[in-house]
């Protein structure tokens, strides 16, 4: 079935027989709004100063180092969004919540791009996956956050290899900056 018959068949859109075009079905469409308002709350604890140390593991070409970033992530336009802004650099959008999918979607718009989803926290615990693209090489990749506290949280990425498993590219520590 296509998008626009899907939606129709939803209830979230609406032929409009004098406009002879498709509409959004607005009481339908109310309720999302305050489900994404919920959810983008779990994120909260995000918001803030950070320092990253990421441990890149070696491959066969090239060897393992650590490197240390900085980061900063804002609530934004309206509470429907978090951002996450580098040292000095223009925030860009990061984390939402999609109510009609009920997944969350963390965005990459800048030498990485694509979008990551996720169906929600298990404990302290989130596992995003999807297609990216980096710097022309597409992969997919899985981000696995575990929540540690309200001041620290770990980050795990793998790789999906041809044979259809995962393997081990970076991790980070991050530990917010104390004032």
Known sequence: MLIFEQLVS?????????????IFNLPALAKFPAIRQQ???????????????NHVRATPTTPAYTDTYYYTYELADNGSRYTVSGHGAKARPYLTFDPFSNRWMMTFTEGLFGVLQSHGWKGDTIVFSGPLTMLGIDCELRQTITKKGSDEFHILNEEKLPDGSWRETDEFFCRRKQP
């Open 39 to 53: 959810r983008i709350e779990e994120f909260k604890w995000l918001i803030g100063d950070w320092a990253f140390e």
């Open 10 to 22: 939803r209830g979230l859109m609406a032929f409009d027989p004098n406009r002879k075009v498709l």
